[in-house]
């Protein structure tokens, strides 16, 4: 079962939902604004079952042991693990109890305050919960992959006009919220503006921009934030039993995210791909335009673009960092210090701000949806003008 205590950096947000639950100030609707694997999940979890929880209690007093049918534990603050109902695929790290919650001496877990309200892990509402049965807390079902349309939140609206079964409110998670139409956020608006006294909504999204102004102005946004990189390494050391270096390696790489991080460190290929993008980089100044090709669509191919990008612009920012610090310390390529130290010698200021320039560009295409391929082979073409320039 999703808690409070699990959660990782984000002790504003954590903060805001505890004080509605102890002051019954629960708002009809939040927004979760927080990129994938931020652990929009995992809050949207711990606070619906904290809410429905029958029998909620400060932290000191909820014990650790497993409630039935809870699954083992996954990648914290995440969102790509084993699934916690039949809707989609949610990480956390589980935990719950199947017996009286056990005292823990006065202690509350560690990161959380002793106050803090927990889901009891021991009534009917939060073993349902922790199994993904509860009738009062339902995700949204999408007809397509790519949006939410008018039909999906006209199906959600009529359920909600249902009373809950068991608990005085009922839950309604919306993920990708922001892949709502301009028809399906009209249609949403009806029950933000009039909503049943017992519904609280949550929209979890990747960015605001697409949300109506009339939306944002009738719900709470809650903007996750990234979670420093001593935290994500640390996380990663304790929970999940990685090696300081390759958690230190993933930490720096999953932009605060301990989702992208618990990710990166079960992904095999990933310390494959960073030999190979650095054996590249290395000699990009040499490579002709069918080998940079070639190795764009190789990249492509396995679906490995966005990373290869993160691993460039890391490569970059240890160039200028040594380059203007005249120092190998704070570097992320720990191990190709001397190369990175006589490659900023000869590199310009003027080339490693064009190849800073390049990367950005193509992390900009990626996400506006330009051809993977084609993004990664005019970057590689840029770099490689870029590190060609000397001078200063």
């Keep these: 079962m999703n808690r409070f205590s699990e959660i990782i950096g984000q002790d504003i ?4 939902l505890q004080n509605a639950l102890r002051t019954g100030g629960v708002s009809h609707a939040y927004i979760l604004n927080g990129a ?3 652990g929009r999940h995992m809050i949207a979890r711990s606070f619906s079952a904290a809410l429905l929880c029958e029998n909620a209690r400060p932290a000191k007093y909820v014990s650790d042991k497993k409630a039935p049918g809870e699954n083992a534990p996954a990648a914290e603050n995440g969102e790509n693990a084993p699934a916690v109902d039949k809707v989609e695929n949610v990480s956390a790290t589980e935990t719950g109890d199947n017996a009286p919650a056990a005292d823990t001496g006065g202690k509350a877990p560690a990161g959380v305050d002793a106050g803090d309200l927990e889901p009891c892990g021991q009534c009917l509402s939060c073993i349902q919960a922790a199994s993904g049965t509860n009738p009062d807390i339902i995700t949204l079902e999408r007809e397509k992959e790519t949006s939410i349309g008018v039909g999906d ?19 309604y998670i919306i993920p990708d919220a922001e892949k709502m139409t301009p028809a399906a956020q009209n249609a949403l608006l009806k029950t933000l503006e009039e909503p049943p006294s017992y519904a609280v909504l949550l929209l979890l999204a990747d960015g605001t921009t697409n949300f109506l102004p009339t939306v944002m102005s009738r719900a709470v946004t809650l903007p996750l934030r990234p979670v420093p990189e001593d935290a994500v390494e640390n996380c990663l050391r304790e929970r999940f039993g990685a090696e300081e270096e390759r958690a230190r390696l993933c930490a720096r790489f999953s932009g605060g995210s301990i989702g992208r991080a618990a990710l990166l460190l079960e992904n095999d290929n990933f310390a494959k791909l960073r030999e190979k993008t650095i054996s590249f980089l290395r000699r990009i ?5 069918a080998e940079i090709a070639a190795f764009a669509r190789d990249t492509a191919a396995q679906e490995e673009t966005r990373d290869l990008i993160d691993f460039v612009l ?7 960092v040594c380059r203007s610090t005249l120092s190998t310390e704070n570097l992320i390529f720990t191990d190709e210090v001397q190369y990175i130290k006589e490659a900023a010698q000869k590199a310009s200021w003027s080339g490693l701000q064009a190849a800073s320039e390049a990367v950005f560009r193509a992390r900009r295409r990626l996400f506006s949806n330009v051809n993977a391929e084609l993004t990664l082979q005019m970057m590689l073409l840029e770099l490689r003008a870029a590190y060609r320039t000397r001078g200063r």
């Design 285 to 289: 100044t040499e490579k002709d335009a």
């Design 314 to 320: 890391t490569w970059n920012r240890d160039l200028l």
């Design 153 to 171: 939140i006209r199906k959600m609206r009529a359920d909600i006009m249902i009373r809950p079964y068991r608990a005085a409110h009922k839950v």
């Design 13 to 16: 947000i954590v903060s805001h």
């Design 36 to 38: 994938k694997g931020s």
